[in-house]
């Protein structure tokens, strides 16, 4: 039988790595909570952000959690001006224009980023990747961990700007009532981009923290894209609370799954909890409307 | 019986090309184009005539795919009635997919969403279990005789692919001119006023997307005919999906010959890039991902609606509302 020596770390390690999916499904739900549009380049995004944060290692030997503090500024730009210049125009507030718009940018960043570095996987070496903390008789790797504080730090960070500035009043405004911050004098076209680079720079973060323990290829962000597509769906579209909480409870779903049904299977097990969860309640756990 | 002469007019000039052309590079260029065009003109029914917009429809290619395979290499049964029933069982997938998500009332985003989802549990179930030759994928014997769909020669193969696609046009033509296509169209440009007028937008949007799926499952049985491999990738993966609503949408969607017109332009800008920068991986999708974008972005009613423009303002009233400007 399972015992709490075997338990207890499944659920620790499954927290720590639901942390990081929080943070990606973060970004979707953020965007999708005030554009209402879902962001098929979202898994692209993610993977780009791990081939930069890999080269910031290898060529310019910059630790990732140092880079982290460059590339998040950076994707900020990069996904503030793909909203601003290319989806924004591009889809010409059609709904169904954005879906097809940030397919065609999700291809585009993928087979770009095929096109130049091939197929190949390739991993840091980094020489923290491999230390754990003690904890009585739990091991715990230190990068988990430090993702997991960094997540908490990026979303408190991210609250208080929705709470406190004047530019996240605005992007809560919108969220609200768009026609209505329109006629507050809001620049809506400017704030749709400021949510796309918040949630473009989520995705930043995210691979600075994946990269000392994870692979990258073209398609390394995909992975976490459909996980954070259940998040974002099963924590409430547009809900931040929700896919924080939602992301930290799949993590452990998978963690605690993969003991019991072993690797392949806990990958189905995904996309089942994902179709079922679209199905019943396509409202999620935490959101107000279907 | 107006309306169908153009149809004749494209499928008797497609059907010339063997006799002038002998190329097997180009014949085989012109199947995969047609192959496209077929998976799109499904995706078409449900996207472009509907407004459901399917990013799953990999989902009724491979099924049919597997199907047709499956039947053969499995139980024996021969590969034209594996034809039939895979665009059957592809037809089912379609109506149970279409029954749990429009039951369910899902829409725009979350539709697009959940036909992802259950192409991918495809995708991922056919590579692990036993019948569809799990990771090592699935070979059709060869066995070079019409009765078993099978032709020494390429121009059969593209006659086949010709025949289909020309019933696929004649298909959605009589649908546009039918009570089905009227009431599909209203549920796409507004479902609410559609459903208060008394059309039952659930059916017709189960209707719409059996048809799509049993068309797009048309086309995979007959890719599993024509290349006589099958694994999970190239059956159930994510390229099949985009380039079914490529098609459409870069020729037009919603209209008879968008998917026929984007396909051929879609696979010769695929072919040209190719051509230039050699057999570097990714550059040719990267033009079809800018050539998405561009289009929405410049013509959203494709190339038809693009040259629809250019001529006099009453033809345009033809198109459909949606897909015009605003």
Known sequence: ?290 | MKSYAPIVVVVALLAVVPFIVTSNVVLNFLVMALLIALAGQGWNLLGGYGGQYSFGHAAFFGTGAYVTAILQVRYGINAWLGLFVGIAVGALVGAAIGALSFRWGLRGSYFSLVTLAFAEVLRIVASVAPITGAGVGILIKLDLRPEAFQFQSRAPFYWIAVGLVGLSLVLVRAIEHSRFGAYLAAVRENEAAATALGVDAFAIKLGAMTISAAITAAAGCFYAQYFLFLDAAIAYGPWLSIDALLAPIVGGAGTLFGPLLGALVVKVLGEATKLFTGDAPGLDLVVYGVLLVGVVGLAPRGIAGFVATMTPKRLRLLWPSSLRHG
Request: aromatic letters at 12%; hydrophobic letters at 60%.
């Open chain 1, 1 to 290: 039988m399972l015992s709490a020596v075997i338990l207890i770390p499944a659920v620790l390690n499954g927290l720590m790595t639901g942390a990081v999916y929080a943070l990606v499904a973060l970004g979707l739900t953020l965007i999708y909570g005030v554009l209402h549009i879902i962001n098929f380049a979202h898994g692209a995004l993610l993977t780009a952000a791990m081939f930069a944060a890999f080269f910031a290692y290898t060529v310019l030997g910059l630790d990732p959690y140092v880079a982290l503090f460059l590339l998040m500024p950076v994707f900020f730009v990069v996904g503030y001006a793909l909203q601003r210049y290319v989806i924004g125009p591009a889809a010409h507030g059609d709904d169904r224009n954005f879906l097809l718009v940030t397919l065609g940018l999700a291809v585009v960043i993928e087979n770009a980023l095929l096109y130049a570095f091939r197929a190949d996987t390739r991993t840091v070496n980094l020489p923290y990747a491999f230390k754990v903390i003690e904890i009585g008789n739990m091991f715990l790797a230190v990068p988990r961990v430090v993702a997991f504080v960094a997540v908490v730090a990026v979303a408190a960070a991210l609250w208080l700007f929705l709470q406190w500035t004047a530019t996240g009043k605005a992007v809560r405004a919108v969220a609200k009532e768009k026609l209505g911050a329109e006629l507050c004098g809001i620049d809506v076209a400017h704030i749709y981009a400021v949510t796309f680079g918040l949630g473009t720079a989520c995705v930043a973060v995210a691979a600075c923290l994946l990269i000392p323990t994870y692979y990258v290829n073209p398609t390394a962000g995909d992975a976490f894209v459909l996980i954070a597509f259940t998040i974002v769906v099963l924590g409430g579209m547009g809900s931040v609370i929700g896919a924080l909480s939602a992301g930290l409870f799949v993590g452990v779903v998978e963690s605690l799954s993969t003991i019991a049904l072993g690797e392949s299977l806990g990958q189905i097990g995904i996309f089942v909890m994902f179709i079922v969860v679209l199905l019943v309640r396509p409202s999620g756990l935490f959101g107000e409307r279907a």
